[in-house]
């Protein structure tokens, strides 16, 4: 059942589950709640992990350039209904709706030679786009949103195995929120139009030719687009599949002749020449707004246990439980959980159905007798219900798959 049947919508919830809302004064910019920033920092805490690992270099390049940068890179010619402008009464200004120049203009600081490369950079880029309202959906299609991008410039020599090596970060990233469903689709040229495009026919065929192998070799499914690659390099999307049977496309790799040569950008080969290098962009989650909203959907709301913004919710009784119930919350929280303690002066029937509206995944149940014997009691969101318990022993089996224990290891 797909998520239109089911009425599955980040939208509505995102805000039932209060993680982030939009206003009609910011159209299309999401303010993001509490729990909301915690999924988006948790979405970065993965990417910069994994990108420390395979030797990146994160930059942040600014988000207000002047406007002759984006006439050299040409966006102001192609993307300029996109972009924002501002002035600062000497210099035409813009908000930047890609990252790509700040990155080339970072590679310039310094002479690079052979030896240097690859140069992988890699950047949480925050962008604008006006997008128009037709087009605007949510998180999915918003006009500010930080793309998790990377510029790396390489050689001819390399461009395969940093092809090889972005397919599996990005399989990697995705893997590990339970996606494995992936499709790819490869853009190339019309070969009726050669005149259209940018660079030599032989390192079209070269990178065309790449792209095909990779996926012959790595066994994936693939389509190919004849006509669809832009003028400046052939592309790879990947797709993937979510628990709803939808599809999103999401990870991106674009090969780029047009930049290099525009910002006149080299490298100093093994025969002492100056030579062009060959730039790639890539996009694993495409942005981190895009994929908090295929998450939310793909989850329904319930997160895994080592996602949820809040682990174990805590609810006493009545009053003189209350500092019974901040002694259970302290021992948790020492231990690393995200806890909340709901002391309410409401019904405790309310706070059960508060709970199970949250999608949280422990509730811990705190009465007179609990508190006279040093016990908790618990509910799990998946029905489980346990009375009169050691702490210890829900951590040690919770009675569902969101495993307490596998939560915790999986924070650091
Ligand atoms: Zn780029």
Do not use: T
């Amino acid at each position: 059942m797909d998520s239109y049947v089911k009425n599955i919508d980040h939208r509505r919830l995102g805000e039932e589950l209060d993680l982030y809302s939009f206003y009609e004064e910011a159209p299309g910019c999401p303010f993001y709640h509490p729990k909301g920033i915690f999924l988006r920092e948790y979405l970065i805490r993965r990417w910069r992990l994994l990108h420390q690992k395979n030797n990146y270099k994160e930059i942040i390049s600014p988000q207000l350039m002047k406007e002759e940068l984006w006439e050299k890179s040409g966006h102001s010619d192609l993307f300029s209904e996109l972009m924002f402008y501002s002035s600062d009464g000497e210099s035409k200004l813009a908000l930047k709706p890609m990252s790509c120049p700040g990155a080339i203009l970072f590679y310039k600081r310094k002479l690079k030679s052979y030896k240097d490369l690859p140069v992988r950079l890699c950047e949480l880029g925050h962008v604008h786009r006006n997008e128009p309202s037709g087009a605007r959906n949510g998180l999915l299609r918003a006009r500010s949103f930080v793309q998790d991008d990377a510029h790396i410039f390489c050689s001819e020599k390399m461009v395969k195995d940093e092809l090889q090596k972005i397919l599996n970060l990005a399989r990697e990233l995705l893997a590990s929120f339970g996606f494995k469903d992936f499709y790819f689709e490869i853009s190339l040229r019309d070969y009726s139009k050669q005149g259209k495009y940018l660079g030599k026919d032989s390192m079209w065929i070269k990178l065309e030719n790449i792209l095909v192998e990779l996926m012959e070799e790595n066994d994936l499914s693939y389509v190919k687009k004849h006509g669809e690659a832009k003028f400046y390099g052939p592309s790879l999307d990947l797709h993937l599949k979510d628990s709803n049977g939808n599809n999103w496309q999401c990870s991106s790799v674009q090969i780029d002749f047009n930049l290099p040569k525009r910002f006149d950008v080299s490298f100093i080969n093994e025969k002492g020449e100056k030579e062009i290098p060959i730039l790639i962009h890539r996009a694993l989650y495409g942005s981190l707004e895009r994929f908090l909203g295929i998450l939310v959907e793909h989850y329904e709301g319930v997160f895994p246990f080592a996602m949820s913004p809040i682990q174990f919710r805590i609810a006493p009784i009545n009053q003189e439980q209350h500092s019974y119930a901040r002694e259970v919350e302290s021992k948790l929280e020492k231990m690393g959980f995200r806890v909340e303690v709901d002391d309410r002066s409401i019904s405790f029937s309310k706070k059960v159905r508060n709970f199970y509206s949250s999608k949280e995944p422990y509730l811990i149940i705190v009465g007179k007798s609990e508190m006279e014997k040093g016990l908790i009691s618990f509910r799990s969101r998946s029905g489980a219900l346990k009375k009169e318990i050691d702490l210890s022993e829900l951590l040690k089996d919770g009675g569902d798959s969101n495993h307490p224990l596998f939560g915790y290891h999986d924070e650091s």
